[in-house]
């Protein structure tokens, strides 16, 4: 048995910094916080991989380092 949500229905919203040329590409599924408790994210170039589920304040703090550029590229 697992304990991974079923990802099979959502909506998947690609990231507005992931452009057409390649490169750094998120999709998420913002309807899954309130419906599954969790948050979806995926490389928007292989959507048939693998999910990464994180909790929302996982998320939210992710999304904040990421706008104070506490997390860099490379």
């Known amino acids: 048995m697992s304990d991974a949500p079923d990802l099979c229905d959502i909506d998947w ?5 992931s452009s ?16 599954r408790a969790v ?12 999910t990464l589920t994180l ?6 703090s992710f999304i904040t380092a990421v706008a104070e550029d506490r997390i860099g590229a490379g």
């Open 20 to 35: 057409g040329q390649g490169g750094n590409c998120l999709e998420w599924a913002p309807g899954s916080i309130a419906s």
């Open 55 to 60: 909790a929302p304040r996982a998320w939210s």
């Open 13 to 17: 919203v690609k990231s507005s910094f």
């Open 39 to 50: 948050v979806p994210v995926r490389d928007s170039k292989k959507p048939q991989g693998p």
